[in-house]
């Protein structure tokens, strides 16, 4: 999210507002964007202790929660935001600590989601559901199981950790910040809560929504990409891939970019019988970013393929630029990037967090296809690539995706936005 909210921080000084950055520990910022930094301290996320303190905890959970807020440091945070004269904050909604001290100190803020709609709304699913809506009882039974799924989820982190749990010092923090935790939404995505009665802002793109049931106090700020940024390269990726733009230049090759850093294990093989799927065509060229699976799916001295390159980290958005095709696992990131560059993409879904949803998404509306088996066959995945290189509906559907985003970004569409929340 660090990225987005760089973009979100461009775009608002450009539109002549005075703009702090401050994340846990201020990490994630470079000396590349010179903001103003916000002293904020760490949030403690592990909870996972040795049995024996678990047992402590247990008997002195007031008192261990009670340190645990004194260490958040709120009435420092208080005074700067008094003293910097901070007229809005924007907040990620993740950021439940300080969301809840800033509703305490009657500061006025919006939460940032990088996430499509998560509300259950009319003709909306849950985000890591793989289905299109049908308008009927099945939706609702997808909530339900959603639902089940996190009580489920928060009892068994109850029990194992004795109580000594983020959402149970949550509900401590609310109490002791007379924050009303009605305003909480439970067993809903993101994890431990979402909120409801607190505006907050999209980065995503409206039209790739399911549901068009407008909701109060939610608005699309559409997504944030910031193309000028540092990011970390193969020490072996300048030289090939002049050589790639070249033959995509002068012999007309399709250019594909696969960005999979979240395979794990048994994925690996899924990943190699796509290597395979990719080299079989001599007018496809291939840059993959694999991240960990890199030694189990490629030797450097060994590559038996002309037209595939694979690397464990890759600059994305100078490949994307240049691409004719991205495949990836359905990050919302990722997505925002090709909607960015107009690249039209197969998405063989992670199964992840909201990958499963953002998938679905993608498909329903025509500017990619999406797979969500680990079982590929190398067969499916070159007629399912030469699919999207050569359906025309792909095509102009990203494209149109690309031109009302870039228009957002002209019209300062986030600075209208920031300003109304002002007056």
């Known amino acids: 999210m660090s990225n987005a909210c760089l973009a979100m921080a461009d775009q608002l000084t450009k539109a002549g507002h005075t703009i702090y950055l401050g994340s846990p520990g201020n990490k994630g910022y470079t000396s590349t964007h010179p903001f103003l930094m916000v002293p904020l301290p760490e949030i403690p996320l592990n909870y996972k202790r040795p049995f024996l303190e678990k047992i402590k905890g247990l008997l002195h959970r007031s008192r261990l929660f009670e340190s645990q807020l004194a260490s958040l440091e709120l009435v420092t945070l208080k005074k700067w935001l008094a003293s910097n004269e901070v007229d809005l904050v924007l907040i990620d909604q993740e950021m439940h600590e300080f969301i809840l001290a800033l509703d305490s100190f009657s500061q006025p803020f919006i939460l940032i989601s990088q996430w499509f709609s998560t509300w259950q709304t009319k003709g909306n699913l849950p985000p890591n559901s793989k289905k299109k809506p049908h308008y009927n009882r099945l939706d609702k039974l997808a909530w339900l199981r959603s639902k089940w799924i996190r009580k489920i989820t928060y009892a068994g982190q109850f029990a194992k950790q004795f109580g000594h749990t983020r959402r ?176 039209p993409m197969l998405i063989i879904s992670g199964n992840k967090f909201d990958q499963n949803g953002c998938a679905a998404r993608v498909h329903y509306h025509g500017c990619g296809v999406s797979l969500f088996t680990k079982q590929i066959k190398t067969e499916e995945i070159k007629k399912t690539i030469e699919q999207v290189l050569l359906s025309k509906e792909c095509k102009n559907k990203i494209a149109m995706l690309s031109r009302t985003y870039h228009e957002a970004k002209e019209r300062n569409h986030l600075a209208s936005i920031i300003e109304e929340a002002l007056q």
Request: glycine content about 4%; aromatic content about 12%.
């Open 168 to 343: 149970a010092f949550l509900y401590y923090m609310s109490k002791a910040l007379h924050f009303d935790p009605s305003r909480f939404l439970s067993f809903q995505f993101p994890m431990p809560f979402s909120y409801q009665n607190v505006p907050i802002l999209l980065t995503t793109h409206p039209d790739l929504e399911f549901t068009t049931c407008p909701l109060p106090m939610v608005k699309y700020a559409f997504p944030m990409v910031l193309e000028e940024r540092e990011s970390y390269t193969d020490a072996h990726f300048d030289e090939p891939f002049k050589k790639i733009l070249r033959a995509k230049v002068e012999s007309n090759k399709k250019l594909i970019c696969v960005t999979k850093t979240s395979m794990k294990g048994g994925d690996v093989k899924a990943l190699i019988t796509l290597i395979k799927a990719l080299s079989s065509n001599e007018n496809w060229i291939s840059i993959l970013g694999v991240g960990d699976a890199y030694d189990q799916c490629y030797n450097r001295e060994e590559n038996p393929f002309d037209n595939v390159y694979i690397f464990k980290s890759i600059p994305q958005l100078q490949v994307l630029k240049h691409a004719d095709l991205s495949i990836n696992h359905g990050g919302i990131h990722t997505i925002n990037e090709c909607i960015h560059f107009a690249v």
